[in-house]
């Protein structure tokens, strides 16, 4: 049962980067990504100013773990132990089966594959772990990385939301991206995903 997986928030491991579960101890290396203006282009044009604002993030996330409505995690790099983003498998619905993508990446690891690589394990972790139905990525329509992220994993686009998301300047535009555990299941060999890879991809802590 997914309920299981909300006693502790379980690890993910890829080749280069651990996934593990956000903490409020995380607060000071996230505020260098979060209040990072540049880093948070695609998100918004008002980033945390302190690393208060982000400890209360972070305390809003567990908050929403706890209500089982979302997994939060921090992205580290297994050679330095560096924290080069955070992960967040939100608007999580048990009944309905289903989760949205939220990541933040470090502006030096952008475009560097660490995403493609940190989905090589979600996406098996979500659709034969937890066994969710439904995974959605959101973006912002000028965010060119994720929509090639996304269409590389042969996520489906469903469609353009006009003038969604109100950044604190101006309006941008959505575009949706799902995936179905179904599509998945008849994708993954394309993918070099398995179960046997699962297994060797995530532990609870």
């Not at 607060?27 to 008002?46: A, H, P, R, V, W």
């Not at 992205?75 to 498998?89: C, H, M, N």
């Not at 969710?132 to 042969?154: M, P, Q, W």
């Amino acid at each position: 049962m997914i309920e299981t997986y909300f006693t502790e928030i379980p690890t993910l491991e890829t080749k280069h980067y651990l996934l593990r579960g956000i903490t409020i101890d995380d607060s000071s290396e996230l505020f260098s990504i979060l209040g990072n203006k540049e880093t948070m282009t695609y998100i918004t044009s008002n980033p945390v100013k302190s690393i208060e604002e982000v400890r209360e993030l972070i305390s809003t996330y567990l908050s929403s773990f706890l209500e089982k409505k979302e997994i939060p995690w921090v992205i580290i790099e297994k050679k330095t132990g560096l924290v080069v983003g955070q992960f967040r498998l939100h608007k999580l619905h048990i009944w309905h089966q289903k989760a949205e993508m939220g990541a933040v990446i470090r502006e030096e690891f952008q475009r560097k594959g660490v995403m493609s690589e940190v989905l090589q394990s979600l996406l098996p972790f979500v659709f034969e772990t937890i066994k969710l139905n439904r995974l959605v990525g959101d973006i912002f329509a000028e965010n060119e990385g994720s929509r090639k992220l996304l269409e590389k994993y042969s996520f489906t686009k469903e469609g353009i939301l006009r003038n969604t998301d109100f950044d604190g300047e101006r309006f941008h535009d959505t575009v949706v991206y799902s995936m179905l555990r179904r599509e998945y299941l008849e994708k993954k060999s394309s993918m070099n995903l398995s179960c046997s890879n699962l297994h060797n991809s995530w532990k609870n802590i």
